[in-house]
């Protein structure tokens, strides 16, 4: 199992640019989330999905659009990239969302909008 | 406004010394709380889960407990070794069916030999 990737590793855009940053999992995992995590900051909770076809917004949803069209890919869109969006981006999977589910995190995507 | 806060901010000990992190919080109901090990570059890594009934969880060297009544949980390692070098995030979820958690900001260990 290659757990749960993410692409790309690295990535730098100028304001105003759109890009898809690619999140896959490979174990089964109904749950699926993004989180950003930013220089002396906790990581923050951008959108999470509990299935395929279902999506929701967590603490800092602005700026980003999320969808879920199977169960092993929950890809996360920056519509028009702004600056304050610089961040490290991790995806994360667990088997139900359940609150005790282990979540296994993705490697990261680090971003930079110039 | 529910809070995780994790002491000290940072720390640094030499190469089989045994050190607690901790951690205090404000979330309310809460149902679970988890502690993380990240690597420097890497995505976090699920040391322990407890729920509000239990007050003890261990995994390997890494032993955490949790005081419900007082709002606090520590991560004590022992025998530090070189690779326990990382940031240790404790975790704080609501009950009532919520999946936003609430992340503590982290503590940065250093180990030295």
């Known amino acids: ?17 759109s890009m898809t940053l690619q999140c896959a999992q490979d174990m089964n995992h109904e749950y699926m989330s993004w989180y950003r995590q930013d220089p002396g900051m906790g990581l923050r909770l951008i959108h999470y999905s509990v299935g395929a076809g279902i999506t929701d917004q967590g603490e800092v949803p602005n700026g980003y659009n999320v969808s879920r069209s199977t169960t092993e890919d929950f890809p996360l869109r920056l519509l028009s990239a702004a600056p304050s969006q610089t961040s490290v981006y991790f995806c994360a999977s667990s088997y139900s969302g359940q609150f005790t589910d282990t979540q296994y995190f993705g490697p990261g995507t680090r971003l930079t909008v110039l | 406004k529910n809070q995780v806060e994790q002491s000290p901010q940072s720390l640094i000990i030499l190469e089989g010394k045994n050190c607690t992190l901790q951690c205090n919080y404000t979330v309310s109901p809460f149902s679970n709380l988890r502690w993380y090990k990240q690597d420097t570059g890497r995505g976090p890594v699920s040391l322990t889960i407890m729920t509000f009934s239990e007050n003890t969880k261990s995994n390997g060297r890494y032993t955490a407990t949790l005081d419900a009544d007082t709002k606090q949980s520590s991560l004590h390692i022992t025998a530090s070794q ?13 009950s009532g069916g919520s999946y936003i958690p609430t992340f503590g900001r982290g503590t940065s260990l250093i180990v030295h030999p």
């Open chain 2, 82 to 94: 070189l690779s326990d070098s990382a940031s240790y995030i404790c975790v704080v979820t609501l």
């Open chain 1, 1 to 17: 199992n290659a757990g749960v990737t993410q692409t790309p590793k690295f990535q730098v855009l100028k304001t105003g640019q």
